[in-house]
T-cell receptor, first 117, second 110 residues
């Protein structure tokens, strides 16, 4: 089974609808992230969470909200979807940083392709 | 200016060729550097980290030039399976913040 899973894998919705994308992980990582990917722009960070009680905005959080229901689950919501939120969304996880490392590898889920009409 | 810039390509090369990708980053305080590989419609996966002294992993060699804020990836003896998009990634923050380039697409043909 995959370590990081995302549901749904594909979703088509209409403008104004509320959408929730879900992410689950079995890696035991504390840190979880939500990114979106658009052609020509690379991945951009939407929200990140260090643990269940610690949630932070990324560079493009407007129009999105998140919920960290448990260490293993991190959901992304679009309260009122708009067409420019059409993108490929990735969830990622990583271990917490230690005193000696400034980086821990991020492991990505398979992505959710969202289309807002 | 984008924080991490890459030539989008595509680079079309025959099997067995050597190909090099370059990447520049704008934040001189960046601490860690990586190349990720992304297959079409799939998730990014770490290919290799990039160290100041340069590092090699089989057919792949990565180099970092901090003075010029420049990162490179060299692929020797290209295989069909190397066809993918290669993302230059820079870690610039204390919370494991990754800044992704838009990627360089490589197509290896027979």
């Amino acid at each position: 089974d995959a370590d990081v899973t995302q549901t749904p894998r594909n979703r088509i919705t209409k403008t104004g609808k509320r959408i929730m994308l879900e992410c689950s992980q079995t890696k035991g990582h504390d840190r979880m992230y939500w990114y979106r990917q658009d052609p020509g722009l690379g991945l951009r960070l939407i929200y990140y969470s260090f643990d269940v009680k610690d949630i932070n905005k990324g560079e493009i959080s407007d129009g999105y909200s998140v919920s960290r229901q448990a260490q293993a689950k991190f959901s992304l919501s679009l309260e009122s979807a708009i067409p420019n939120q059409t993108a490929l969304y990735f969830c990622a996880t990583s271990d917490a940083l230690s005193e000696v490392t400034s980086y821990n590898e991020q492991f990505f889920g398979p992505g959710t392709r969202l289309t807002v009409l | 200016r984008k924080e991490v810039e890459q030539d989008p390509g595509p680079f079309n090369v025959p099997e067995g060729a050597t190909v090099a990708f370059n990447c520049t980053y704008s934040n001189s305080a960046s601490q860690s550097f990586f190349w990720y590989r992304q297959d079409c419609r799939k998730e990014p996966k770490l290919l290799m980290s990039v160290y100041s002294s340069g590092n090699e992993d089989g057919r792949f060699t990565a180099q970092l030039n901090r003075a010029s804020q420049y990162i490179s990836l060299l692929i020797r003896d290209s295989k069909l399976s190397d066809s993918a998009t290669y993302l230059c990634v820079v870690n610039g923050g204390g919370y494991n913040k990754l800044i992704f380039g838009a990627g360089t697409r490589l197509a290896v043909h027979p």
